[in-house]
């Protein structure tokens, strides 16, 4: 069974910076594109970055030029390192693979807050 872990978030006053971390487990980590989720109320959960095998990242435009998205295919983990936070990235985020998901296998995710 894969399962995937967050961890990192908090609360965090605007333009205040987060790492996020994710576990991985299950799964043959050397292989699959990874993406980072987030879901705010009210709204769809949404992919903010992926990164794949060799380090090819995407990132939606909103948060482009904030956000980082990075792998350790060692120690099976994905990072979204977030910059510049702003009220507007509050939400629960998540990871999971990407685009195809493991539908079953979202984690408990990690909150973030951005509030002054």
């Known amino acids: 069974q894969v399962q995937f872990v967050e961890s990192g978030g908090g609360l965090v006053q605007p333009g205040g910076s987060l790492t996020l971390s994710c576990a991985v487990s299950g799964s043959i980590f050397s292989f699959p594109t990874m993406g980072w989720y987030r879901q705010a109320p009210g709204k769809q959960r949404e992919l903010v970055a992926s990164?794949?095998?060799?380090?090819?990242?995407d990132i939606i435009n909103s948060v482009k030029g904030r956000f980082t998205i990075s792998r350790d295919n060692g120690k099976k983990m994905v990072y979204l390192q977030m910059n510049s936070l702003q009220s507007e990235d509050t939400g629960v985020y998540y990871c999971n693979r990407a685009p195809i998901l493991v539908v079953n296998g979202w984690g408990q995710g990690t909150q973030v807050t951005v509030s002054s």
């Open positions: 990164i794949n095998y060799g380090g090819g990242t």
